[in-house]
């Protein structure tokens, strides 16, 4: 199928193994009724990521998945789990074949074809630092590996072991560089030509099932990271320098015969522009969910400013299976604004099975089942008519402006408690106007509007008004905006294009 390289689409992120047990105790990928694509479909959703579709190391769960740690993860989010519940982490891959509890690789492209077919694209897995700790890739590919001597080992036995197919070699744990080694993963040696070239070649090969990849922890195999997390025991002198980056050879590689397939980075550290540069479509935008967690709208209105090129190839997102369900993170009312932020603004934006429905537990990878949850009607209400609303042709396809929020009286401040923006395509013009505070906030916004009428309709689409406003008065004025805690406004007006009148 053709290009994807839509504006502003949007991504829906499934946790396969577990979600698919909905449809029974042993449902496989070719069980998943239509109807849940269509319905997605019919929300909007362009990209469907199927996580967890790769066969895993079974070997791993006893090896990796029992620390304290996970323990208490797996106590918070299913109270009667057991043993029996923890069937590994899906970025423990063993190969990158279809988990046979999920199926074939035929089923995966049958599953592809239904997507392409309504128009969606299918997202998967790409885990590049790391395999499972005792992967049938270890065992046959050894020399792949970050490999170190018997006394680094003796010296940190939590992030380097042994496994009995090699006595005699030590091999690292896969690890962030500020965090404990994952006891159940294996570290791919990026100094190495022989890994780059696997990991291409694995690449080449995933990209026949699915339209697009999603990298975890990308960028953990660049060039200056690898080195330094592994400074003292990844030796480059023994390898061919190379000064290009994996990720610009990988993505140039497939692009030549696949030039639509997508590239979606997990990244963090501000190493979003530089992944971008490497050829990635998409980065996670881990700047915005934090301004949205921690902070208030000065500094989310700053983030916002960026350069237009990087904004729309920004991850944006309020929850995500990293991070806690954004109703326990924000509540309630600060959830809807928060989404409605990241939903209105440019960018890819992420969404995961449960936000519409307001689950509050978060997911642990290594879990095969889930907690039952009551369901929201009032979040699904919001998230019904976000969706809706954000289907409109001039999200995806309009311009986007950043307003400026005036002062509604000289001595009421309040006005830096809220956020607006425009979008506008031909006619149609949409007003986003979010009050991201606990208190009533006012302000007056101008904006440019062509008209031959003497007043304008603006339709409040969130909360079911109609505003009728001279435009004299909005000339004058503006727009007057009176908002309470954590509410918003999205505006739609269409202007009259034979109009000759315009208002400041």
Known sequence: MGTYMLNNPKLYEINTRVWIKRFGP??????????????????????????????????CISEGCFTPELIKQYNAALKDWTKADVIGSP????????NPVLGTEADLLALKKELNDLGMALILDFVPNHFGSSSEVLINNPEIFLQVDKHAWEEEPYTYYTIPEHPGLYFAHGRD??????????QLNYFHPLTRDYMSGIL????????????SMAMLVLNNIFGNTWSGAADKTKFPETSEEFWSAAIKEIKSFNPGFIFIAETYWGLEKDL????????????????????????IKGHLTADMNVQQKSVRYTEKYEEERALQVFGHERSMAAATIAATIPGLMLYQDGQWEGKKL??????????????????????????????????RDGEWELLFVHRAWDDNQTNANLLAWKWK?????ILVVVNYSPVQSQCFLKFNVITSDDKV????????????????????????????????HILVYDEDLAGSGSFF
């Not at 395509?425 to 013009?429: D, E, K």
Request: net charge positive; glycine share 4%.
């Open 425 to 429: 395509l031909a006619v149609r013009n």
């Open 177 to 186: 560089p500020f965090f404990p080694a994952w006891r159940d993963t294996a």
């Open 276 to 299: 971008q540069r490497l050829g990635f479509d998409y980065t996670s935008d881990k700047v915005l969910y934090d301004r949205l967690v921690k902070n208030g709208p000065t500094e």
């Open 362 to 395: 978060k997911q642990v990878m290594q879990l095969g089942r889930e907690a039952k949850e009551q369901r929201h009607p009032k979040i699904e209400k919001f998230y019904e008519k976000l969706l809706k609303t954000t289907n409109d042709r001039a999200f």
């Open 91 to 98: 970025f423990a891959i063993d190969e990158y074949a279809v």
């Open 204 to 215: 080449q090969n995933i990209s026949n099932y699915c339209d697009g990849i999603r990298c």
């Open 457 to 488: 309709l603006f339709n409040d689409v969130m909360n079911d008004k109609i505003y009728i406003r001279p435009v004299t008065e909005l000339a004058e004025k503006g727009l007057y905006i009176d908002l309470s805690p954590w509410k918003s």
């Open 26 to 59: 042993d449902a496989q990928l070719k069980d998943i009724p239509h109807t849940v694509w269509t319905d997605l479909k019919e929300k909007g959703i362009d990209f469907v990521w199927l996580l967890g579709v790769w066969k895993t190391c079974t070997r």
